[in-house]
């Protein structure tokens, strides 16, 4: 597998880039996304991971294939990974995409849609695949709006993508909507980044008296993050913590 995984650094060293083929095997698609989180969570200064997928047969609408329950919980698992990094991931889409393109683009931070995107939900003789991209889409868009997807849809054309927020920005040049989005979310600390991500996936689901402690200990870090990086608190701020 590690001879056929496109990755690539990003210019001004940003990040790395990896080409995903929706037509591979779930072990495949496992293990290239593991050994992207590997080197992102390395250490070094890389703060963006793009996710690219290329344009795909509309044949290809079955997800996950011939695998057993094992690699469906690997593969799970690879995907949560990703949703966790503590860095910038990106999701860039074009043309017809299926397979496991659903399942990573609910896992990244910014998506990125062609003009003639059509996302082809995972569904296997009539019937939508129950993994996690079922939890993902009632977090993301609310009971209502998954069930529509997930016991009726066939698929999702780019305006409805909109609607939905699945896609946060359309573009045609592949190479400047990367280059753009990399540069702009490369200003961002990929663990800060990842610290609001986790406050907003806990959002849909907790008491208010059950978050409001991990959002203190939040707004603490970033208190002491803005010691650090400035010297001291903005005037307001310091009146407001002294208050």
Sequence with gaps: MATELELSELPDGLGLMVRFDGQRSV?????????????????????????????????CRQWPGEVDVQQVNRWERAVRRLERLPAVSIAMLQGTCGGPALDLLL??????????????????????????????????????????IVLWGTDIPLDKALDLGLIDHVDDDVAEAVRTATVLTGRLSGREMAVRRQLLLEAASAEYDDAVGTHLAA?????????????QLPLAATERSGS
């Design 27 to 59: 072990a495949e698609l496992t293990s290239a996304v593991n050994t992207v989180c590997a080197r992102a969570e390395s250490g070094d200064e890389q703060t963006v991971v793009v996710l690219c997928f290329d344009a795909m047969s509309a044949d």
């Design 107 to 148: 896992a990244a931070d910014f998506r990125i849609g062609t003009s003639d995107l059509r996302l082809l939900l995972p569904v296997n003789d009539e019937h939508f695949w129950p993994g996690m991209s079922v939890y993902r889409l009632v977090r993301h868009l609310g009971v209502a709006r998954a069930r529509q």
């Design 219 to 231: 707004c603490d870090r970033e208190l002491r993050r803005l010691r650090g990086s400035a010297g």
